[in-house]
Every structure is written in C-alpha cells, then in structure tokens.
C-alpha cells in the first residue's frame, strides 16, 4: 500500500526557511520519480519540483533558486528545502508520486508565510 506522509510546515516571516520531509512506503521509492507540489484553498494545485531516479530536477519558476528538492533513497524520504519564503509560498504542499499509473499524494502539510 502507497502510502506517503508529509511533515515539517509550520508558520514563518518573510524570508525564513523550513524544510519538508515526505516519508514514503510501500513502493520502491528508488525508481521512482517524486514531486512536490502545493494548493491555495480555492485555487488549483501547482507543480513546484520534481527529482528522477537519476536525480534529474525540475523546478517551478516561482521556486527556483530558493526551493532545493532532494531525495534519500537510503530512508525511502523526498525533502525539500525552502529558502528565501515569500509570502506567496503560503499554501499547502503535498508530495506525489505517479506508481504504475496511478496518482497518489499525502495529506499535505502547510506552510504560512507571513509578510
């Protein structure tokens, strides 16, 4: 069973930083392609980054040179560092992973970010 839990949002000033975890089992998470992406209730769900098996990454406009994506295939965990928070980073952010074709995403964790 996929299973992917989200951890380490919280509320913090412009230009703080926080870092996201995604604990994932019940896949062989080092094959796989793992995102981040992130929803503003009333708004549709945005694409921030992503990292390959390979660790070939993709990052959102938004987000580049701020947000670093990682991966430890050791603990089966997807991270990403944010740097540099706006304001604009309020929302809350889920981890996905496409698995035979299927979508699966945590519960999400928020983030705030106050001005």
């Known amino acids: 069973q996929v299973r992917l839990v989200e951890s380490g949002g919280g509320s913090v000033q412009a230009g703080g930083s926080l870092k996201l975890s995604c604990a994932t089992t019940?896949?062989?998470?080092?094959?796989?392609?793992m995102s981040w992406y992130r929803q503003v209730p009333g708004k549709e769900r945005e694409f921030v980054s992503e990292i390959t098996p390979r660790r070939i990454i993709k990052y959102a406009d938004s987000v580049k040179g701020r947000f670093t994506i990682s991966r430890d295939n050791n603990l089966s965990t997807l991270s990403l560092q944010m740097n540099s928070l706006k304001p604009e980073d309020t929302a809350n952010y889920y981890c996905?992973?496409?698995?035979?074709?299927?979508?699966?995403w945590g519960d999400g964790t928020l983030v705030t970010i106050s001005s």
């Open positions: 019940g896949f062989m998470f080092d094959i796989q392609t």
């Open positions: 996905h992973v496409n698995y035979y074709g299927t979508d699966y």
